[in-house]
T-cell receptor, first 116, second 111 residues
Framework: DAGVIQSPRHEVTEMGQEVTLRCKPI?????LFWYRQTMMRGLELLIY????????DSGMPEDRFSAKMPNASFSTLKIQPSEPRDSAVYFC??????????????FGEGSRLTVL | DAKTTQPTSMDCAEGRAANLPCNHS???????VYWYRQIHSQGPQYIIH???NNETNEMASLIITEDRKSSTLILPHATLRDTAVYYC????????????FGDGTTLTVKP
């Protein structure tokens, strides 16, 4: 089975540009999570969805960040405008149906973002 | 949600058991203990989880103390490929989003 697929794997952009990160969860999973990892702050939960509906976005750092899940097989995390402090690895994870609260998370390989 | 405390780093000889401790003294009744590991800059990988009973799977064993305030992940025969950062987290049974990854333990398996 294909795992969680993220794109792009690497992104280098200039400050002020819009960045869109994409995630395809494992088929049949009904929870989707976006995490950010930096050396300073470790792995932080940004937002998570259940059945395509955002449940908790309290981890989203500010209004420049937005996430959508238009259908069960696709989610985006957008940063507009991007800033150098947004440089990080962004991970998407999904969880099996009905077990988002207690089930294991399956992570993608991450998208490494560098904002110059 | 309960926070966890783990040693920053540990070494283990190849072929020996690696025992990774985790303290979660403020864990509540509906919170599960989860272990993940992250190799290099790959995405974290699920290892095992438990509520109050000891658990074992093909990767590892999880020993949870009777008071649930601490746990130990055991890799029975560590290999060089087990070198990674190991995260112990506590997840609420009612709100998935409130689980927090700490700094983890960097396990180095040496030949």
């Amino acid at each position: 089975d294909a795992g969680v697929i993220q794109s792009p794997r690497h992104e280098v952009t200039e400050m002020g540009q819009e960045v869109t990160l994409r995630c395809k969860p494992i088929s049949g999973h009904d929870y989707l999570f976006w995490y950010r990892q930096t050396m300073m702050r470790g792995l932080e939960l940004l937002i998570y969805f259940n059945n395509n509906v955002p449940i908790d976005d309290s981890g989203m750092p500010e209004d420049r960040f937005s996430a959508k899940m238009p259908n069960a097989s696709f989610s985006t995390l957008k940063i507009q405008p991007s800033e150098p402090r947004d440089s990080a690895v962004y991970f998407c994870a999904s969880s099996p149906p009905g077990r988002g609260h207690t089930g294991e998370l399956f992570f993608g390989e991450g998208s490494r973002l560098t904002v110059l | 949600d309960a926070k966890t405390t783990q040693p920053t780093s540990m070494d283990c000889a190849e072929g020996r058991a690696a025992n990774l401790p985790c303290n979660h003294s403020t864990i509540s009744g509906n919170e599960y203990v989860y272990w993940y590991r992250q190799i290099h800059s790959q995405g974290p990988q699920y290892i095992i989880h438990g509520l109050k009973n000891n658990e074992t799977n093909e990767m590892a064993s999880l020993i949870i103390t009777e008071d649930r305030k601490s746990s130990t992940l055991i890799l029975p025969h560590a290999t060089l490929r087990d070198t990674a950062v190991y995260y112990c987290i506590v997840r609420s049974g009612t709100n998935a989003g409130k689980s927090t990854f700490g700094d983890g333990t960097t396990l180095t398996v040496k030949p």
